[in-house]
């Protein structure tokens, strides 16, 4: 089962995807769009290469890509973007064996490394590949918008965030094109949801990070900020300091993360796919080619050598 959901039971002879949502196993409009996005990145990163995430293989694997969901499998993965929620959750990992392409940020290789992991450094989480799938080029209509995570207890006091003069943006939703088209028709997005935060980033719009004490989950922001560059970083506790504190205008340039998130998609866990295999065989063909001319460079010394001494 995927997390335990009894509704979603593991696929053999797949690449199970893993991203926390559904109900009863059926995907609905209510699903929080910062995990189901790992649906539509991942859909999108195979389409480029004709692949089909449900296309059967020989073999039975698991992928993790959008998400604070390492340590919440039990089953050995390909971790592709993926991060701690804490770093605590790592301790869960002590029996899996992982295959690391990617991390959300240096937290988590930090502490994945710690359990003898290997984790290439290499960071991002894959939701800022949105603008390749998705551009919008929408007219600014809000001064300022409002992201709250799908638990937050400020959710209660929607109409009263509204009258401040806020803009609220559902992210209990699984039209990304629609949220996107909000996100990017503010002048400046106020976030307690981490990709609130991420997708008006990669998007091009200033932002301010609504700390929730409540839901504290300070790890996966530290995660995701020192993985742009930025250790610290300020944040507002309350909506009046959101609002008066200045955004972050300085965005932080992804390309670079981007290219590197692309280029370490795990294609070769499908058949065809091949980018990560194809490469290895280059290396070590590479490397016979070498060794074989070592070889005749040392036979044709000694044959040169014996005919000196002859």
Request: aromatic letters at 12%.
């Amino acid at each position: 089962m995927i997390f335990g959901d009894e509704y979603r039971p593991v696929q053999k002879n797949r690449v199970n995807l893993f991203w926390t949502g559904t109900y009863k196993g059926e995907i609905t409009e209510h699903e929080n769009l910062g995990d189901y996005l790992s649906l539509v990145v991942v859909e999108y990163m195979l389409k480029q290469r004709g692949l089909d995430l449900n296309a059967q293989i020989d073999r039975t694997e698991y992928l993790y890509a959008i998400g604070s969901i390492i340590g919440f499998g039990l089953q050995d993965a390909t971790i592709w973007g993926s991060g701690l929620l804490r770093k605590e959750n790592a301790f869960r990992l002590v029996r899996s064996k992982l295959d690391i392409r990617a991390v959300r940020g240096p937290y988590t290789k930090e502490y994945l490394n710690k359990m003898g992991f290997n984790c290439p450094e290499i960071y991002g989480d894959p939701a800022v590949l949105m603008p390749i799938i998705y551009s919008c080029n929408a007219e600014k209509r809000y001064s300022c918008s409002i992201v709250l995570h799908h638990s937050s207890g400020l959710r209660e006091h929607i109409d009263e965030l509204k009258d401040m003069g806020l803009h609220y943006i559902e992210i209990k939703t699984t039209n990304y094109k629609h949220f996107v088209d909000e996100i990017a028709q503010s002048d400046m997005v106020i976030s307690s949801a981490l990709h609130g935060i991420i997708l008006a980033e990669a998007y091009g719009v200033p932002t301010v990070y609504l700390k929730d004490i409540e839901i504290n989950q300070d790890f996966k922001f530290d995660d995701y900020y020192s993985g742009t560059g930025r250790v610290q970083y300020e944040y507002a506790r309350t909506i009046d300091e959101a609002i008066k504190i200045k955004p972050v205008n300085n965005l932080p340039k992804l390309g670079n993360m981007c290219s590197a998130l692309m280029e370490t998609f795990p294609y070769d866990l499908w058949p065809g796919g091949g980018t990560y295999v194809l490469e290895c065989l280059i290396i070590v063909q590479s490397d016979l080619l070498l060794l074989y001319s070592c070889y005749i460079f040392v036979i044709t010394y000694i044959y040169n050598i014996n005919s000196i001494v002859q």
